[in-house]
């Protein structure tokens, strides 16, 4: 059983645009974090959001914690060439210490 | 300094040879993990290690063995892989102690082993 689903898992856009990933769960999550991983390379810490309803902003990238931390989304503006990736969501389960669920991940092109 | 440091970065072996993958961070990081990643698919946990002793192992076949000389650094040691062993082997630490950023989890760049 997937824990956390993760969508859309293929997005394609054209610089500029606008876009929202989505990371959803049945299970409360202690905390959750965001990775963007680059081919070949490992995943990049992007931002942890702890609290319910807890929202942060990292330059052009909105990432929002679901009030009950069951869920959560990344919202990218004016999205950029440089913003491809494969993006994962991986939530810290209040009863799994130190082992993260990760979501599918979804993979950004943002063509120029 | 938030590195992770992996060696190789790539690798080719036979099904016949032993190698081993290093991973080292200087975080002063007490939890330390290997993953094993398959192409555009997420990492998948392998093994744990928290404050030097083996706190979680996910089944992996003993053809893996994982090694934690001391906090800083983190081995897996392979023999007899198979081709279906051929994937992204990610080292990643974690702070391991209470409080909010406890299990961040920061990821070295990988080693690409290519089992022949």
């Known amino acids: 059983t997937q824990l956390l689903e993760q969508s859309p898992q293929f997005l394609s856009i054209q610089e500029g645009e606008n876009l929202t990933v989505y990371c959803n769960s049945s299970?409360?999550?202690?905390?959750l974090q965001w990775y963007r991983q680059e081919p070949g390379e490992g995943p990049v810490l992007l931002v942890t959001?702890?609290?319910?309803?807890e929202v942060k902003k990292l330059k052009r990238l909105t990432f929002q914690f679901g009030d009950a931390r069951k869920d959560s989304s990344l919202h990218i503006t004016a999205a950029q060439p440089g913003d491809t990736g494969l993006y994962l969501c991986?939530?810290?389960?209040?009863?799994?210490?130190?082992?993260?669920?990760f979501g599918e991940g979804t993979q950004l092109t943002v063509n120029p | 300094d938030t590195e992770v440091t992996q060696t190789p970065k790539h690798l080719v072996m036979g099904m016949t040879n032993k190698k081993s993958l290093k991973c080292e961070q200087h975080?002063?990081?007490?939890?330390m993990y290997w993953y094993k990643q398959k192409a555009k698919k997420p990492p998948e946990l392998m093994f744990v290690?928290?404050?030097?002793?083996?706190?979680i192992n996910e089944s992996v076949p003993s053809r893996f063995s994982p090694e934690c000389p001391n906090s800083s650094l983190l081995n897996l040691h392979l023999h007899a892989l198979q081709p279906e062993d051929s994937a992204l082997y990610l080292c990643?630490?974690?702070?391991?102690?209470?409080?909010?950023?406890?299990?961040?989890?920061?990821f070295g760049p990988g080693t690409r082993l290519t089992v022949t």
């Open positions: 990643a630490s974690s702070p391991g102690t209470s409080g909010i950023s406890s299990y961040e989890q920061y």
């Open positions: 299970s409360v999550f202690s905390s």
């Open positions: 959001v702890v609290t319910g309803g």
């Open positions: 991986a939530g810290e389960e209040e009863t799994s210490g130190s082992r993260l669920t």
């Open positions: 975080m002063g990081h007490r939890a």
């Open positions: 290690y928290s404050y030097e002793k083996l706190s």
